[in-house]
């Protein structure tokens, strides 16, 4: 019996997709964004709206549908996935909590955004 089975069978196919030269879309700020930059904002816009859940209601639909669903990660997207959904209303999330300085986690070192920041902080 042949084990056809293959963890990374849900990775993008074109490997161009996540190369760190590979630019996938520009945010409002005209900062280029990555693969990995852009999986890391979607994560933090994901991580949050779980955290408000959890806070408000006691439970998080999100969480369970992540769950439930098996999600794949978005590290895992194509690159066309993940801008669409940056497009989709991550954006404007994601900009609103680092404005209003409620990141769940601290900016990517490689996010464009990361150098601003330190030079905001010298």
Excluded: C
């Amino acid at each position: 019996m042949v084990n056809d089975y293959n963890p990374q069978g849900n990775l993008p196919e074109d490997y161009k997709d996540v190369k760190d030269d590979y630019i996938i879309i520009k945010d409002e700020k005209g900062h280029s964004l990555n693969h990995y930059v852009l999986a890391e904002r979607l994560m933090q816009v994901e991580a949050k709206q779980i955290q408000s859940e959890i806070n408000v209601q006691g439970v998080s639909d999100t969480l369970l549908y992540i769950l439930e669903g098996g999600f794949r990660g978005y590290h895992k997207f194509t690159a066309g996935e993940l801008k669409a959904e940056w497009i989709d209303g991550a954006n404007d999330k994601w900009f609103q909590m680092y404005e209003d300085d409620e990141l769940p986690w601290d900016v990517y070192d490689e996010d464009p955004l990361a150098e601003v920041d330190e030079v905001v902080a010298s």
